[in-house]
């Protein structure tokens, strides 16, 4: 079975500060991978999707940035957060273009 | 552009009743639609994937059909319980790419 694992589970940080975030799926080759961000109580806005090692595309431009150096991780980071990057972070995963997302627990992220 | 809509923010019901929350989408192309539920401070679930035009798919009690001549796919329930309370999201993806669109979310409450 698959199972996927994010770090850290919750994080407050201060303006300015620099971010990594992290996710890892165990049990499946090469899946597409993708990071989702949701304010509170909002919706789910994908950020960046990989279906390889090494290439990441972005979706939308939130001062983010992924990289995925193996193929069963996947990390979010920004050298400099902002207040806006509050909020709930979410890795997800899929087995091919168009398939079924599945999320991970999810990163709870603070900027004061 | 693709788009998906959920018309209600808050659904309250009462335990033991039906339930219909709304979902239309938008889109050019062939489109796979799911339902995912999200309780409080915890990911998203997959509660639905679409089937082919017009079949109906179940899991949990919950249900949903796909009409592709009114772009809907609306999620029901003959009889809600206390633990359904939570945000339901409606989301497409049109198999073409890796991007997955959230609608805005409906909270159901379910109260006794």
């Known amino acids: 079975a698959q199972t996927i694992h994010q770090w850290p589970v919750a994080e407050i940080k201060a303006v300015g500060s620099p971010l990594s975030l992290g996710c890892t799926i165990k049990g499946k080759s090469s899946p597409n991978l993708y990071w989702y961000w949701q304010a509170t109580g909002g919706t789910l806005q994908q950020l960046f999707y990989s279906i390889t090692v090494g290439q990441v595309e972005s979706v939308v431009q939130l001062n983010l940035s992924a990289s995925r150096p193996k193929d069963d991780q996947f990390i979010l980071s920004t050298e400099k957060l902002l207040l806006s990057h509050s909020g709930f972070y979410l890795c997800?995963?899929?087995?091919?273009?168009?398939?079924?997302?599945?999320f991970g627990p999810g990163t709870r992220l603070l900027v004061l | 552009g693709d788009s998906v809509t959920q018309t209600e923010g808050l659904v309250t019901l009462t335990k033991g009743l039906p339930v219909m929350l709304n979902c239309t989408y938008q889109t050019t192309y062939s489109p796979f639609l799911f339902w995912y539920v999200q309780h409080l401070n915890e990911a998203p679930k997959l509660l639905l994937k679409s089937s082919t035009d017009n079949k109906r798919t179940e899991h949990q009690g919950f249900y949903a059909t796909l009409h592709k001549s009114s772009s809907s796919f609306h999620l029901q329930k003959s009889s809600v319980q206390l633990s359904d309370s939570a945000l339901y999201f409606c989301?497409?993806?049109?198999?073409?790419?890796?991007?997955?669109?959230f609608g805005q979310g409906t909270v159901l409450s379910v109260i006794p």
């Open positions: 997800a995963w899929s087995l091919d273009w168009g398939d079924t997302q599945y």
């Open positions: 989301a497409f993806s049109t198999g073409g790419n890796n991007k997955l669109t």
